[in-house]
């Protein structure tokens, strides 16, 4: 006899397709069979050693979080619930080109020290990887051999392969310096990853010029990966920075997937439309494009992230000396407020749109939560925290968030965050506050397409065979939610509430979420690649 039976359930099938009641059986860890309509068709019902009553709930595929920066936070936390309670059955990792697989010893301490405030330092961490395929192991091996909370897919990291092959200079590679990056992308798409990532705002992936990136995507294409980078630029220069990264994909033959494809700050205020139209071509064109955003209007990174480049170059400890240096400093405070640095986009920074979310030294918790008022706050917080205060950047727009939404190649992604005493609410509200706030209350999206935004197309795009549906034969990743209730339960005041309305969530058949409560299990591995 099967292992259970969902009864009464209201299927939304990820596909799009109306809302159907049906049985749904479930059996090693995959759906085995789907009964439509069964109650009133008075056949016999499925029978299994424990049923579950459905009734009033929507049982869906489970939502896959296409920007995710849980690459320590998986190893660190079995519990996991702020993604698992959203009913987030598979993130994917490895974003914004940083990350930290494939390291040596040297660059394994400078990413750690780069994206403290993404992750932490990691000092409760055994970094006993160095390769991609070693830490998709350890994904696997989770805790005591048991696994990890939630499944995870990897993308190559480029800042952390250029600077493996070349460091943090900015300068253009030698041709052995790009033959290496070839290998080491090539290397990591064998080993399991689903494509590669960049964060072009980002040092030191942002020193790559078009050319260089160009020869390493037509690697990742050789190997059916995507693109995924977060590019030059979301604000001064949108538009032109969406382009190239259009341009340059369809000069490798590579699928792309842009991240958080948002469009900030006054000077894109309105300009969402300009955005679709230049995706609506190139898609008529062929092109293999889509794009994940987050259902808020303020963005999160690393208040170190906002400074030029040329600040940045030769890794942290020399970020920190130019800090240090009076002169130094003030030549960046007047790229950062005149000119406009190209870490922020290219606008010139507003101190009253930057609050603290996080920090490392028990010392400044005081900050947590204020705005920052000047460039002096600002250099004092990123010397005394030696680059690790994250930060909340109020610059989005309510109406370009809708519109983008709308697209037919939009997924969901949380860049959720986790570090910090107060961090962004999407870590922990994204996917609810899409089918509460934007589907129930706004109606910006139906049900059926609003589920199908974050299940089978995010699967399309990384090509998984037997996920992001509601289907006989699928692995049984599946989501149950109230669609009256449904909602997140993270504010800016209190981000890290678990959200309300989801009382079931099951990953490879099994419980991670039963009656609203977390299970011990952790079903999830690591998902690779393809070919």
Sequence with gaps: ???????????VDGSGAPAYRADVVIDGGRIVSI???????????????RELDAEGLVLS??????????DLALLRDPDHSAKAAQGVTLEVIGQDGLSYAPVDDRTLAEVRRAIAGWNGYGDDIDFDWRSVGEYLDRLDHGFDGRGIAVNA???????TVRMLAVGWEDREATPQELDRMRQLVAEGMEQGAVGMSSGLTYTPGMYAKDAELTELCRVVASYGGYYCPHHRSYGAGALEAYEEMVELTREAGCSLHLAHATMNFGVNEGRAPELLTLLDEALATGADIS?????????CTTLVAMLPSWASEGGPEEILKRLADDDTAE???????????????????EWDTIEIAGVENPALAGYVGRRLDSWTTARHLLLTDRLAPSILQHVGHEENVRQIMRHRVHTGGSDGILQGAKPHPRAYGTFPEYLGRYTRELGVLSLEECVAHLTSRPAARLRLPDRGLIKEGYKADVVLFDPQTVAAGSTFENPR???QGIPHVLINGRFVIEDGHRTPELPGRSIRGTR
Excluded: N, W
């Excluded at 006899?1 to 299927?11: G, T």
């Excluded at 007047?334 to 606008?347: A, F, L, R, T």
């Design 1 to 11: 006899m099967e292992e259970l039976v969902i009864r009464d359930a209201d299927v």
């Design 35 to 49: 009964v439509q309509e069964a109650a009133a068709a008075g056949c016999q019902r499925p029978k299994a050693r």
């Design 61 to 70: 595929p489970g939502f896959i979080d296409m920007h995710a920066h849980s």
């Design 153 to 159: 897919a990897y993308l190559i990291p480029q800042g």
């Design 291 to 299: 794009l994940d955003t987050y259902p808020y209007t303020p963005g």
């Design 331 to 349: 030549r960046i405070r007047h790229h950062v407020e005149v000119i406009g640095s190209d870490g922020c986009h290219g606008v010139p920074m």
């Design 497 to 499: 509430t678990l959200p």
